[in-house]
């Protein structure tokens, strides 16, 4: 997607967004403002299993994925 001078703001969404290492670190310059909403670790995982189950994966696809995935990047 390609946005035009017409944009006056750009809401962009994203943890690793404020990772200090490549190539992460490198777009910190393009924002104006960073704003990080925290939340507690069992609150984001019951959401984060929410949001998958409604995509059709199964409990066990969902445990999964927060063990491997999820789970590291909350805690990162």
Partial sequence: MR???EADR???EGNFLFLDSPPWSEICALFDRRIFVD???EFLRERLAGR???AGRD???IAGHYRRTD???IRR
């Fill in 3 to 5: 946005i035009g001078p």
């Fill in 10 to 12: 750009v809401i962009v």
């Fill in 39 to 41: 939340g507690e670790e």
């Fill in 52 to 54: 998958h189950g409604r």
């Fill in 59 to 61: 409990a066990g696809w």
């Fill in 71 to 73: 789970g590291p990047n």
